[in-house]
């Protein structure tokens, strides 16, 4: 805000681009369906929702060598309360704890400097992964937009750059960022007591590397990796509904570099191997533009854990998808088909000589990967939804008061198709199936299944700042909220202005 207000002085002229709108949903069951819920940025949860939001960005008219971006976007209204169990310790029994949304919450509020091909990021704005479709994927393995984004400060490549001596073959695009979910009180309302632990103020670090070949050309191979990092924070473990130890993970400079570098540990309770809690994919994506710019992909994301997810032995274990994109208004605009496996995760056992005291034995086993779970962190999420993918069911979803994940075991396919049906009426399908047998540790005795369908209607006329949609969801099945209903109706209004300059 104070770039803009000083850019004003100097008569620049300023773009402005402002959303306001309402929306409205209802359902059968506390929680929404999943498509209704997942990838909307941790913004539809509750069975009865009415929110109002808004938005505004702003970045000077004229694009110079130095120039900046702010933003910002909040939702207020009103939500259903959704109950979870939690263990009281006086009466010794379960109770009820009902817990709801905010009712009111910045969504996004970043300031963003650019200087030649390097940006700078600080505050809280929604990122795009550079292998899946933002739209119409089941969710990005590692950073998708099934959560609320984090808060902190970011650097990298504002765009693939061309690697020096390639004649322009290569590119390459980066970015290592530091942030904070902010769930604190999330975790403080929603845990039941009796988790095994629960761990607070902790910092996540967040970086990927990715290469590209020259986008001029029909055939594309992007390929490079991603990767996470819990670290620091407050530590608190349980036993039988009471506190009974607390431990501050260090968060200094030697703990951030360590999670930037991974390097071994020690700063964690009992950890004898590396500081956090780190995880990440091995990516990569081939495009074909055909003669008619009709671009078909298709990409693999296959994660890790550990250093056996990083030497693939977690066999066949990843997101397979193919993409269609039409450049051109069409009835199929955009359609996306995928497949996750998540089953393998290097085997059933793990089994480290160094974990136990005194053993002859010498042999080892590093399997049970866990995805998204980790001993001394409350896994890969915020305020209980995936920062992942949300095909590894959300722990919003466990009425229990559990804040980790219980069905990372999965297998599922996940279709969507955008399109126009005419020039001011637009549709967006998703239908999708998945099947889960639990976590390694704690596997199911008897799979859960859920099958999920979505369907969405919108009007926005051309030449007008408007648009209106209507969406519908439904789940059948056992997996999460079990059979489900839920619609949603949503309006809002979009405009653009220049103000500044002579």
Same mark, same amino acid.
């Given at each position: 805000m104070l770039a803009c207000l000083a850019a004003l002085s100097l008569n620049a002229q300023v773009d402005v681009k402002y959303c306001v709108?309402?929306?409205?949903?209802?359902?059968?069951?506390?929680?929404?369906?999943?498509? %209704?819920?997942?990838?909307?940025?941790?913004? #539809? /949860?509750?069975?009865?929702?009415?929110? !109002? $939001? @808004? &938005?505004?960005? %702003?970045?000077?008219?004229?694009?110079?060598? #130095? /120039?900046?971006?702010?933003?910002?976007? !909040? $939702? @207020? &209204?009103?939500?259903?309360d959704a109950t979870y169990r939690r263990y009281d310790v006086e009466k010794q029994t379960g109770v009820d704890n009902e817990q709801h949304p905010a009712r009111a919450w910045i969504q996004t509020a970043y300031v963003q400097g650019r200087y030649r091909c390097l940006q700078a990021t600080l505050g809280a704005k929604t990122e795009r992964s550079e292998i899946v479709n933002h739209t119409l994927s089941s969710g990005d393995l590692v950073r998708s937009n099934n959560a609320r984004p984090m808060m902190g400060l970011n650097a990298g490549f504002t765009q693939f750059e061309n690697i020096p001596l390639t004649?322009?073959?290569?590119?390459?695009?980066?970015?290592?960022?530091?942030?904070?979910?902010?769930?604190?009180?999330?975790?403080?309302n929603h845990h039941n007591n009796c988790n095994p632990f629960v761990t607070t103020d902790y910092w996540v670090n967040y970086k990927y590397v990715y290469f590209r070949t020259n986008p001029d050309k029909p055939f594309m191979v992007t390929g490079g990796m991603q990767a996470a990092c819990q670290f620091g924070g407050e530590y608190t473990r349980y036993e039988e509904g009471r506190a009974i130890e607390t431990l501050k993970q260090k968060a200094d400079a030697e703990a951030f570099i360590k999670a930037l570098l991974p390097s071994s540990g020690g700063n964690n309770p009992g950890d004898q191997y590396y500081e956090g809690n780190h995880l990440g994919t091995w990516d990569i994506a081939l495009s074909y533009r055909l003669p008619s710019d009709h671009v078909l992909r298709?990409?693999?994301?296959?994660?890790?854990?550990?250093?056996?997810?990083?030497g693939k032995r977690n066999g066949f274990d990843g997101l397979w998808g193919l993409e269609y994109y039409?450049?051109?208004?069409?009835?199929?605009?955009?359609?996306v088909i995928e497949y996750i496996d998540l089953t393998n995760q290097s085997g059933p056992i793990h089994?480290?000589?160094?974990?136990?005291?005194?053993?002859?034995?010498?042999?080892?086993?590093?399997?049970?990967?866990?995805?998204?779970?980790?001993?001394?962190?409350?896994?890969?999420?915020?305020?209980?939804?995936?920062?992942?993918?949300?095909?590894?069911?959300?722990?919003?979803?466990?009425?229990?008061?559990?804040?980790q994940f219980t069905d990372n075991l999965v297998r599922g396919v996940h279709l969507a198709v955008l399109g126009y049906i005419s020039a001011?009426?637009?549709?967006?399908?998703?239908?999708?199936?998945?099947?889960?047998?639990?976590?390694?540790?704690?596997?199911?005795?008897?799979?859960?299944?859920?099958?999920?369908?979505?369907?969405?209607?919108?009007?926005?006329?051309?030449?007008?700042?408007?648009?209106?949609?209507?969406?519908?969801?439904l789940d059948r099945g056992s997996l999460g909220m079990g059979d489900n209903f839920g619609a949603r109706v949503s309006i809002g209004y979009r405009g653009n202005l220049t103000i500044g300059g002579k």
């Open positions: 709108g309402v929306e409205a949903n209802t359902g059968d069951k506390e929680l929404t369906p999943h498509y %209704m819920m997942s990838n909307h940025e941790g913004v #539809f /949860t509750q069975q009865h929702q009415t929110l !109002a $939001y @808004a &938005g505004v960005t %702003m970045r000077p008219a004229v694009d110079n060598k #130095f /120039t900046w971006r702010v933003g910002l976007s !909040a $939702y @207020a &209204g009103w939500a259903s004649n322009g073959w290569v590119q390459i695009k980066g970015q290592v960022g530091y942030y904070r979910t902010g769930d604190d009180k999330w975790l403080e298709a990409y693999y994301q296959s994660p890790w854990e550990d250093g056996s997810g990083i039409n450049p051109y208004r069409a009835i199929v605009k955009e359609a089994y480290a000589p160094g974990d136990h005291e005194g053993t002859t034995l010498t042999a080892e086993a590093t399997g049970a990967d866990n995805y998204y779970n980790n001993y001394a962190f409350n896994g890969w999420q915020s305020r209980g939804m995936a920062i992942g993918s949300p095909m590894a069911l959300s722990p919003i979803y466990n009425r229990d008061g559990f804040i001011d009426w637009l549709y967006l399908v998703k239908a999708g199936y998945r099947k889960s047998w639990g976590t390694p540790t704690l596997p199911r005795a008897k799979a859960l299944d859920l099958t999920s369908l979505l369907a969405q209607v919108q009007w926005e006329p051309q030449e007008k700042p408007f648009y209106i949609s209507g969406t519908v969801a």
